[in-house]
């Protein structure tokens, strides 16, 4: 299968590439924060691990979901560096000290469930790996990769978001990630394929996580809403419903769109393409209510 793009981007720099206008001709705007592949020489250099192991850390070819979106005009920004280098899904505070070889003593920095399970805004361990480097970074490194790459990913975020709420009456920012399989509820039961997050009605509104559920539903795939994924900084930070700003997660389970290594593009991407496709263009045709933030409280 062909990877690229089926255009060009209108913008590229080391944080991202974007593809559409900057004005948005639709409300909806898609992030691919975990698709970046690119890694530089020197961050291989100070990995204790393999580069698979390092890429067990992406949403694995989840970028390529968005190419028909992409195709059709939509405003979609997708990650160049990896999630290895930097978590555009955390906050630029969320660091293990641990990964810090000389933090300043004016420096506070913020814990979380994510980050004592090792996945702060610098990774440090996977399951198998529990320390994925040779030794820990300067300051001004961490801070070189916020300036360089979480920064601009995010500004770009809000100024799209300000665009396309200015035009159309409101913005809604889907952030697509991919998932492993989950577990089965209970024997006998399948487990969800496809998990929606809005931050339990706090990112968007609860109307907006229905239709997308519902259209995922009339493409016969089984929706789980907040569990076990309810969403983290991206649509916390970017979502604000009572101005008129919406942002959804959604994790795909990477075994509908993967091969069975779960490592390339399998035979059930054309399926994914065309939910994920559905779910867009039904978010981008809802028209703004008035009770959007009632339901979002």
Not at 31 to 53: C, D, F, I, K, M
Not at 149 to 167: C, E, K, S
Not at 225 to 248: F, K, M, W
Not at 261 to 288: N, S
Request: hydrophobic share 45%; aromatic share 4%.
């Amino acid at each position: 299968m062909d990877d690229s793009p089926p255009r060009a981007p209108t913008h590229s720099d080391p944080a991202f590439d974007l593809y559409g206008p900057t004005v948005p001709d639709s409300p909806v705007i898609l992030s691919v924060p975990h698709a970046g592949r690119l890694y530089p020489p020197a961050l291989l250099e100070q990995a204790r691990v393999r580069p698979e192991t390092l890429r067990r850390l992406e949403d694995r070819w989840v970028d390529l979901l968005v190419h028909p979106l992409i195709a059709l005009g939509f405003t979609v920004l997708i990650a160049r560096a990896p999630r290895a280098l930097i978590d555009l899904n955390r906050h630029d505070r969320e660091i293990d000290p641990a990964m810090l070889s000389d933090l300043p003593p004016m420096i506070t920095l913020q814990s979380s469930a994510k980050l004592r399970g090792g996945l702060g805004l610098l990774p440090r361990r996977l399951a198998g790996a529990p320390e994925l480097w040779l030794r820990p970074i300067a300051w001004a490194e961490a801070q070189r990769r916020i300036e360089t790459v979480h920064r601009p990913y995010h500004t770009m975020i809000g100024q799209l978001m300000a665009a396309a709420r200015d035009v159309h009456g409101h913005a809604i920012l889907i952030d697509l990630h991919s998932m492993p399989p989950l577990p089965p509820p209970s024997p006998g039961h399948p487990a969800p394929g496809l998990v929606l997050g809005d931050r339990f009605g706090r990112s968007a509104s609860s109307r907006l996580t229905t239709l997308a559920a519902d259209v995922a539903a009339g493409h016969d795939m089984l929706v789980a809403i907040n569990s076990p994924y309810a969403g983290d900084y991206l649509i916390e930070r970017h979502g604000r419903p009572e101005r008129d700003l919406h942002a959804l997660q959604i994790e795909i389970d990477r075994a509908l769109y993967l091969d069975a290594t779960l490592d390339r593009p399998g035979p059930g991407i054309a399926r994914m393409r065309v939910l994920v496709q559905a779910m867009v263009q039904a978010l981008a045709a809802e028209l703004p209510r008035a009770d959007y933030v009632l339901a979002a409280e």
